[in-house]
């Protein structure tokens, strides 16, 4: 979606190539992305002259010599394309306006999102779409955005959006603006003082001049492309999930925060309550519970997702549910028949699932409510063997996959007398190849106990 800059950067293209024409015809193509009455639209259009390209926030506006002035909203996809008048529209061409010169300039819109508007020219005008955009970060000091988050809860990276409180940020420069703000973009915007405020400000203002100047030398051709004002520029963590931070050098991390993606560093942008949370993933007898005994030495709070799940299978309403899945034999009274309930699951992928499914979303619950009971500052691991399946990673600042070759496992197994032709099938189903691909730092535990402790501090946490 473009923001700021690249709305900026399509103003000043356009400026360049159509002020000063004069509109013979002008046709919306598609009348649904017309706000305003269509008739009007055509009928006060014909004869105009644009003289001016004006924006606020992320929304153009086109004057013209009459009075008149035509509102545009790219949205999504939104790109304008001047073309000569006798080429054939593309079916993604929304609305045209003829130049008495013979070119054309149309709006096309893949994604069909852009919004139109024809309105009367008043820049006080409290009713026009301008008089709904707030102030950009370049009109407004850190004191504004202290006072209009005063109170409120929202996490930072949603209030930067709201375009009616401050305009131009849209999801790309507000994970770019709060990395070099240092700012957790889960921060309720009521808990940043006034100095970070000003800091927001700052780099608001500096990351979207450079990408301003950035886009104004790096469009290469609107003829093919259209002018939608994209451009390549240096983004330090959008679109970086997993790549070294550029300061510290640890995983930048993706999470999603209402439904928008906020690019970060967990290190460099500490959490509002200044928790650092290792989740640990490994297969079957890879030395998880080693290394979480080594850690919880360290000062570590544990939660141990196996003791959580299977003090669950007690729990009355869980019960009710495993005997619908597996049968009342799952129980003897009220106790667990944990032989039965292993051999049903082993022997069952549906049930399998099945109770996988009712469990998970209980264990990370419960993960929740263990985290949220530590003191602020806290380390936390969740130790988790199955964290990806249980969709747990986005509780984590990082996670760690502990993994040790087949042959050692099972002679762990051997030396504590217990049976290990399962071990393979459970490994193969683990698929630790997929799960390195994900996990932030892997672990390879093949060497002494103390090896194995100098990897992890190895890791510098
Ligand atoms: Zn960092």
Redesign the pocket.
Same mark, same amino acid.
């Given at each position: 979606m473009p923001e700021l800059p690249e709305v900026e950067t399509v103003r000043a293209e356009l400026s360049g190539l159509v002020v000063g024409k004069k509109v013979e015809e002008a046709k919306m193509l598609r009348e649904k992305n017309l706000l305003s009455d269509p008739k009007v639209f055509s009928s006060n259009l014909a004869n105009a002259t644009i003289i001016a390209i004006k924006r606020k926030g992320k929304c153009l506006r086109f004057d013209f010599d009459n009075g008149y002035s035509l509102y545009s909203h790219l949205r999504m996809e939104g790109k304008y394309f001047l073309k000569k008048a006798e080429e054939e529209y593309d079916r993604f061409d929304l609305m045209d306006l003829r130049f008495t010169d013979g070119t054309s300039l149309r709006y096309n819109d893949v994604r069909k999102f852009g919004k139109l508007s024809l309105e009367l020219t008043k820049d006080s005008d409290t009713s026009s779409p301008f008089s709904k955009i707030g102030p950009e970060p370049f009109d407004v000091d850190g004191a504004y955005l202290r006072k209009i988050w005063k109170g409120k809860t929202t996490p930072v990276k949603i209030a930067l959006l709201d375009q009616e409180k401050i305009s131009g940020i849209g999801n790309i420069y507000d994970s770019e603006i709060l990395y070099f703000t240092k700012i957790h973009p889960t921060t309720p915007v009521k808990d940043i003082p006034l100095e970070d405020c000003e800091n927001i400000i700052k780099e608001s203002r500096r990351i979207l001049h450079e990408a301003i100047l950035a886009g104004g030398s790096t469009i290469k051709s609107f003829n093919h492309g259209g002018i939608d004002g994209m451009f390549q520029t240096k983004l330090a963590v959008y679109g970086k999930e997993g790549e070294p /931070?550029p300061? !510290?050098g640890?995983p930048l991390q993706r999470r999603f925060i209402g439904q928008r993606s906020a690019y970060f !560093?967990p290190? /460099?942008q500490k959490a509002p309550d200044g928790k650092l949370i290792l989740g640990l993933a490994g297969p079957i007898h890879c030395g998880k519970s080693t290394l979480a005994a080594y850690l919880e030495e360290a000062g570590y709070l544990h939660f141990d997702a196996d003791k959580v799940a299977s003090k669950l299978y007690d729990e009355k309403e869980v019960a009710t549910q495993i005997k619908v899945l597996l049968g009342d034999e799952a129980y003897a009274g009220n106790k667990l028949n944990r032989d039965y309930v292993r051999e049903a699951l082993a022997n069952d992928k549906k049930k399998k699932k099945a109770v996988q499914k009712l469990l998970y979303p209980l264990v990370k619950e419960k993960a929740k409510e263990f985290i949220a009971k530590t003191k602020n500052g806290s380390k936390v691991l969740l130790d988790v063997p199955l964290l990806y399946e249980a969709e747990m990673e986005d509780l984590c600042s990082y996670v760690i996959l502990l993994d040790a070759p087949l042959e050692e496992r099972k002679q762990r197994l051997e030396k504590e007398g217990r049976p290990t032709e399962s071990l393979v099938k459970l490994n193969e189903e683990y698929n630790v190849e997929a799960k390195k691909k994900k996990a932030d730092y892997l672990i390879e535990n093949d060497g002494t106990l103390d090896e194995l402790k100098q990897a992890f501090d190895n890791l510098g946490f």
């Amino acid at each position: 979606m473009p923001e700021l800059p690249e709305v900026e950067t399509v103003r000043a293209e356009l400026s360049g190539l159509v002020v000063g024409k004069k509109v013979e015809e002008a046709k919306m193509l598609r009348e649904k992305n017309l706000l305003s009455d269509p008739k009007v639209f055509s009928s006060n259009l014909a004869n105009a002259t644009i003289i001016a390209i004006k924006r606020k926030g992320k929304c153009l506006r086109f004057d013209f010599d009459n009075g008149y002035s035509l509102y545009s909203h790219l949205r999504m996809e939104g790109k304008y394309f001047l073309k000569k008048a006798e080429e054939e529209y593309d079916r993604f061409d929304l609305m045209d306006l003829r130049f008495t010169d013979g070119t054309s300039l149309r709006y096309n819109d893949v994604r069909k999102f852009g919004k139109l508007s024809l309105e009367l020219t008043k820049d006080s005008d409290t009713s026009s779409p301008f008089s709904k955009i707030g102030p950009e970060p370049f009109d407004v000091d850190g004191a504004y955005l202290r006072k209009i988050w005063k109170g409120k809860t929202t996490p930072v990276k949603i209030a930067l959006l709201d375009q009616e409180k401050i305009s131009g940020i849209g999801n790309i420069y507000d994970s770019e603006i709060l990395y070099f703000t240092k700012i957790h973009p889960t921060t309720p915007v009521k808990d940043i003082p006034l100095e970070d405020c000003e800091n927001i400000i700052k780099e608001s203002r500096r990351i979207l001049h450079e990408a301003i100047l950035a886009g104004g030398s790096t469009i290469k051709s609107f003829n093919h492309g259209g002018i939608d004002g994209m451009f390549q520029t240096k983004l330090a963590v959008y679109g970086k999930e997993g790549e070294p /931070c550029p300061t !510290c050098g640890r995983p930048l991390q993706r999470r999603f925060i209402g439904q928008r993606s906020a690019y970060f !560093c967990p290190m /460099c942008q500490k959490a509002p309550d200044g928790k650092l949370i290792l989740g640990l993933a490994g297969p079957i007898h890879c030395g998880k519970s080693t290394l979480a005994a080594y850690l919880e030495e360290a000062g570590y709070l544990h939660f141990d997702a196996d003791k959580v799940a299977s003090k669950l299978y007690d729990e009355k309403e869980v019960a009710t549910q495993i005997k619908v899945l597996l049968g009342d034999e799952a129980y003897a009274g009220n106790k667990l028949n944990r032989d039965y309930v292993r051999e049903a699951l082993a022997n069952d992928k549906k049930k399998k699932k099945a109770v996988q499914k009712l469990l998970y979303p209980l264990v990370k619950e419960k993960a929740k409510e263990f985290i949220a009971k530590t003191k602020n500052g806290s380390k936390v691991l969740l130790d988790v063997p199955l964290l990806y399946e249980a969709e747990m990673e986005d509780l984590c600042s990082y996670v760690i996959l502990l993994d040790a070759p087949l042959e050692e496992r099972k002679q762990r197994l051997e030396k504590e007398g217990r049976p290990t032709e399962s071990l393979v099938k459970l490994n193969e189903e683990y698929n630790v190849e997929a799960k390195k691909k994900k996990a932030d730092y892997l672990i390879e535990n093949d060497g002494t106990l103390d090896e194995l402790k100098q990897a992890f501090d190895n890791l510098g946490f």
